[in-house]
């Protein structure tokens, strides 16, 4: 699996419609996140490794209804801490 953030701007007054549809009906759905700034939303997502991230974004999030806006930002590697 691999994860990709999207950042979400939605219509005036539907962020939050729109990040409890998005938990409630998005499987790939790791975190969802109200930010404040040019996007409404941050959402971590793990897609599967053949998974079209394309047709993610375009067919699972921007059909949500409420959805003005995404975007995509694809990760190469993740880093933790090893101080315990």
């Known amino acids: ?3 990709i953030f999207v950042m979400i701007k939605c ?3 539907h962020s939050y419609k729109v990040a409890q549809l998005a938990a409630d ?3 790939e759905l790791s975190e ?3 930010t404040s700034g040019q996007y409404d939303l941050l959402g971590k997502f793990y897609l599967e490794s053949d998974q079209d991230t394309g047709l993610f974004v375009t067919e699972k999030l921007q059909t949500i209804p409420g959805v003005k806006d995404t975007y995509t930002l694809i990760t190469f590697n993740a880093f933790v801490s090893s101080r315990g």
């Open 1 to 3: 699996m691999r994860a």
């Open 11 to 13: 219509e005036m007054g």
């Open 25 to 27: 009906t998005i499987e």
């Open 32 to 34: 969802l996140h109200s």
